[in-house]
């Protein structure tokens, strides 16, 4: 079955660019979310790009997704203190079931 | 705005109580819902597939006895936590496709449950 992995935390500070990374071992997965969770909160989605993508941006966030490496990243521009979340990928287990990894906790700091 | 609403957001209850926890898609359909659940600091499980019309689909290691799961209709799906005891205290979350297979999946707010 599907496992995702992805680094467990990361710090930056206001302005700068964080990079969050995710692997995977399904190929087949259709696509691929990012989630963001706020404490106390459900799963807001972020983006997703298809399978057949290399890229995807969308205002401060942009979506690389390596294939042959089975890597997936979420880099978010500009990063402000309201970004500070846990960030989940997700892969398609198939059947429209979702595959989280650990999540990585994003804190953003002056 | 939400897409998907779950009610209750909170819930304290003493062991040995059922509980029941609402999934809403608005404005769209549903055929399958999808219950999660998070420990504090961990990430989600899928428990089940809520299917409309027909019984859920659990996984492995998820007791179908001790939570029910009832797709009533194309816009409903109830989770129901029989006789919670402490140990099924936890973050119940519930998420729906939109559009239909293989569209991005949007997520309730969460149940916080917690047994004393």
């Known amino acids: 079955g599907e496992d995702v992995e992805q680094s467990l935390f990361l710090s930056v500070r206001e302005g700068d660019s964080s990079v969050i990374n995710c692997t995977y071992t399904?190929?087949?997965?259709?696509?691929l979310y990012w989630y963001k969770q706020e404490p106390g909160a459900g799963l807001q989605l972020l983006t997703y790009i298809f399978s057949n993508m290399d890229m995807k941006q969308d205002q401060r966030l942009t979506v690389l997704l390596n294939k042959k490496d089975k890597h997936l990243s979420l880099r978010i521009a500009d990063t402000q203190t309201g970004d500070s979340a846990i960030y989940f990928c997700?892969?398609?287990?198939?059947?429209?079931?979702?595959?989280f990894g650990a999540g990585t906790r994003l804190a953003v700091h002056p | 705005g939400a897409v998907v609403s779950q009610h209750p957001s909170w819930v304290i209850c003493k062991s040995g109580t059922s509980v029941k926890i609402e999934c809403r898609s608005l404005d769209f359909q549903a055929t399958t819902m999808f219950w999660y659940r998070q420990f504090p600091k961990q990430s989600l499980m899928l428990m089940a597939t809520s299917n409309e019309g027909s019984k859920a689909t659990y996984e492995q290691g998820v007791e179908k006895d001790k939570f029910l799961i009832n797709h009533a209709s194309l816009t409903l799906s109830t989770l129901t936590v029989t006789s919670a005891h402490p140990e099924d205290s936890s973050f119940y979350i519930c998420?729906?496709?939109?559009?239909?297979?293989?569209?991005?999946?949007?997520f309730g707010d969460g149940t916080r449950l917690s047994i004393l």
């Open positions: 997700a892969g398609s287990g198939g059947y429209n079931k979702l595959i």
């Open positions: 399904d190929s087949s997965s259709t696509y």
């Open positions: 998420s729906a496709p939109q559009g239909g297979s293989n569209q991005p999946q949007h």
